[in-house]
């Protein structure tokens, strides 16, 4: 039985983390409020969003971090990742750099997370076909070899959004 005060079992803190520019903004504007904005603003630091999503029987509330990607607003890079059990690495796959900096970013998310945070890599923008640079074989084998689940989305088109999400957090439950 749930208190009255929360509508959820459990909370959680997922960081989602990649290149400035990859679509992190939109993908949880899309997931948590099924919103997306072309003129979407570079994020400074970090801005907040929850929603709660059912997993079995239990409700389970994700307080997700959506960081920056730019270098300059990353300063308090390792306070992001403090208590995380789940993290959304994120990258563009029309662009080539986005990818090759994948490496960069889970050696962070090693350096700051524990050793049981789950990480999901996220493939995005998939609805710009012509301009993909990275094909999905390429995006599953890095993935598949640095031990983690891939999914590609678009979140112009929503496009597995939900599924990322959760799929994340059902493997941390
Ligand atoms: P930082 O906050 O600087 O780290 O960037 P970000 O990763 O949050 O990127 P953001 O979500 O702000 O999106 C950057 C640009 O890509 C915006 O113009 C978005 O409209 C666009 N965008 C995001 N997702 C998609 C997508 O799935 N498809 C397409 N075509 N454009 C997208
Ligand atoms: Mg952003």
Sequence with gaps: TRSPFV????????????????GKSQ???????????TNSRQT???EFATKTIQVDSRMI????????????YRALASAYYRGAVGVLLVY?????????????????????????????MVGN????????KISEPQGKTFANTNGMDYVETSA?????????????????Y
């Design 156 to 172: 112009l088109e929503c496009l597995n959004v939900d599924i990322s999400f959760t799929t994340l957090v059902r493997g941390i």
């Design 61 to 72: 509330c994700a307080q997700l971090w959506d960081t920056a990607g730019e270098e300059r």
């Design 92 to 120: 563009d796959v029309t662009n080539p750099k986005s990818f090759q900096n994948l490496a960069h970013w889970l050696s962070e998310i090693k350096a700051f997370t524990i050793p049981t945070c789950q990480v999901l």
């Design 7 to 22: 509508d959820y079992d459990y909370l959680i803190k997922v960081v989602v983390v990649g290149d400035s520019g990859v």
């Design 44 to 46: 400074i630091g970090v």
């Design 125 to 132: 923008k998939i609805d710009l076909k012509g301009m993909r």
């Design 27 to 37: 993908l949880v504007a899309r997931f948590t409020r099924n919103e997306f904005s």
